[in-house]
């Protein structure tokens, strides 16, 4: 049994769904092939991480090489994406040690950070993958861990057909510039303002 406000929301969009059928037209300058994308998952929402391992699933079904370098997370995790990552044969690098706010040594902490650029550098050089997640990058150009000029002068030059996505929150004005797709999440709920804590397999 349908409600009256279910009811009258279904006719209206019923109507809006038909006139937008009726008045779309293909765009007839989209480039085709494909073409590398500078990707930025933004914002204080929750989700730009579990994001950006979407897209590399998406990747990774479509015969496409992919890699995930993690600027927060240290080597040693084992989260839930890790275990996926590894059952796929998918290639990522935990190159933090933890989180940030927990630093007991923000040096190291910078340290590990340009440390990991070079690896992630030396990676989107190297012409061997498709797609190249920096995961939670933004933070090491925020504090001025790693030297934007760098960044955009690879990012720049790098091969015409490799994607790469990167996370975090505050990305830089220069970095969403940029870019080619940018979304910012921004939180409406979440469930620790609740007191519920973080779930295996939901934040971890």
Same mark, same amino acid.
């Given at each position: 049994?349908?409600?009256?406000?279910?009811? =009258?929301? !279904? /006719?209206?969009?019923?109507?809006? $769904? =038909? /006139?937008? !059928?009726?008045?779309?037209?293909?765009?007839?300058?989209?480039?085709?092939? !494909?073409?590398?994308?500078?990707i930025v998952n933004t914002g204080k929402g929750k989700g730009k991480t579990?994001?950006?391992?979407? +897209? @590399?699933?998406?990747?990774?079904?479509?015969?496409?090489?992919?890699? @995930?370098?993690?600027?927060? %997370?240290?080597e040693k995790a084992k989260f839930g994406e890790h275990r996926t990552l590894?059952?796929?044969?998918?290639? #990522? /690098?935990? +190159?933090?040690?933890?989180?940030?706010?927990?630093?007991?040594?923000?040096?190291? &902490?910078?340290?590990?950070?340009?440390?990991?650029?070079? $690896?992630? %550098? =030396?990676?989107?050089?190297?012409? /061997?993958?498709?797609? *190249?997640?920096?995961?939670?990058?933004? #933070?090491? $150009?925020? #504090?001025?861990?790693?030297?934007?000029?760098?960044?955009?002068?690879?990012?720049?030059?790098?091969?015409?057909?490799?994607?790469?996505? *990167?996370?975090?929150?505050?990305?830089?004005?220069?970095?969403?510039? +940029?870019?080619?797709?940018? &979304?910012? *999440?921004?939180?409406?709920?979440?469930? #620790?303002?609740?007191?519920?804590?973080?779930?295996?397999? *939901?934040?971890?």
């Amino acid at each position: 049994m349908t409600d009256d406000a279910t009811q =009258a929301r !279904r /006719e209206a969009a019923m109507r809006e $769904l =038909a /006139e937008a !059928r009726d008045s779309h037209q293909k765009r007839e300058d989209l480039s085709r092939g !494909r073409r590398g994308l500078l990707i930025v998952n933004t914002g204080k929402g929750k989700g730009k991480t579990t994001a950006a391992l979407g +897209l @590399m699933l998406r990747a990774h079904g479509r015969g496409l090489k992919v890699r @995930m370098f993690q600027f927060l %997370k240290h080597e040693k995790a084992k989260f839930g994406e890790h275990r996926t990552l590894d059952l796929l044969g998918i290639p #990522y /690098e935990g +190159l933090g040690d933890g989180f940030t706010w927990r630093s007991r040594d923000l040096e190291n &902490s910078a340290s590990l950070a340009a440390h990991g650029w070079e $690896l992630a %550098k =030396a990676a989107i050089q190297s012409g /061997e993958y498709d797609l *190249i997640v920096l995961d939670e990058f933004t #933070y090491a $150009l925020k #504090y001025g861990w790693v030297p934007w000029p760098d960044v955009e002068a690879t990012l720049k030059a790098r091969d015409p057909k490799l994607h790469v996505v *990167i996370t975090g929150r505050d990305a830089l004005p220069e970095l969403v510039a +940029l870019a080619d797709t940018v &979304s910012e *999440i921004q939180p409406v709920k979440h469930a #620790y303002e609740a007191g519920i804590g973080a779930q295996p397999g *939901i934040e971890h």
